[in-house]
């Protein structure tokens, strides 16, 4: 199932009435509560250098809105991780059976946000981690929630944060999240980047995507910024 087929008809036509902007909670989005904070995070280095998170947690339009609102993000990509090269293509993602999933590349500064900051807003606001091969609407592998972790340091902390998670019983169902090293990311094509700042009355984006951004700036004010475009569209 993709996006394009997961709006009931006439939330097309009330959804859009609902929305004052885009970062206006316009649907019952109500119910995110700010997670703790991990006790296992990277060391702070003090030096501005550059880092990578790659994340999934559903529809990218939404988890890509939600981080270019993070202060100290400098860029969001959206795309493809999990498969391989030739089929990280939305056409062919969209069938399911590419073991691709819709991803997230996060840049980020570890002097202004850590790791671990970032995967507490994550789990927080940008997904439902109990959800099993789904997101939402959005049903199928394609959109199953995976923190792809770039080394060892962020497997640790990675792991450590959704145990805690568990231990605490954060969640009503267990948390399904996957943690898998991280092959390879695939931008996805130029017309699915900044998806959300670029079609903010979209009646998927003001229903499923904007809610987002408003518990973000709700459950985290230190770390939420304006609307930003940081993204950066490469080769395909």
Not at 1 to 8: A, F
Not at 193 to 205: F, G, K, L, M, S
Request: aromatic share 10%; net charge negative.
């Amino acid at each position: 199932m993709t996006r394009r087929n997961t709006i009931p008809s006439i939330l097309v036509a009330i959804v859009p009435m609902l929305a004052v902007s885009a970062c206006q909670p316009a649907s019952a989005a109500g119910d995110a509560v700010r997670l703790p904070t991990p006790n296992v995070d990277m060391p702070e280095t003090g030096a501005h250098t550059e880092q990578t998170a790659v994340l999934a947690g559903g529809c990218f339009w939404g988890v890509e809105s939600v981080f270019e609102h993070v202060k100290g993000v400098r860029k969001v990509v959206a795309g493809y991780a999990g498969g391989s090269a030739r089929t990280a293509h939305y056409d062919q993602v969209s069938d399911g059976d590419t073991g691709h999933a819709e991803s997230v590349e996060v840049q980020f500064d570890p002097a202004q946000i850590s790791y671990g900051q970032l995967l507490q807003i994550f789990f927080s606001v940008a997904l439902d981690p109990t959800q099993l091969d789904r997101q939402g609407p959005d049903s199928g592998p394609q959109y199953r929630s995976v923190v792809f972790y770039g080394n060892d340091e962020q497997k640790k902390v990675a792991a450590a944060y959704i145990a805690q998670l568990t231990a605490a019983r954060s969640f009503a169902a267990p948390i399904v999240t996957r943690v898998v090293p991280l092959q390879a990311f695939y931008p996805a094509e130029a017309y699915h980047q900044d998806y959300a700042r670029r079609h903010p009355d979209n009646p998927y984006i003001v229903y499923n995507d904007a809610p987002k951004v408003a518990h973000l700036k709700q459950l985290f004010p230190g770390l939420y910024q304006p609307e930003q475009q940081a993204v950066e569209v490469r080769p395909h």
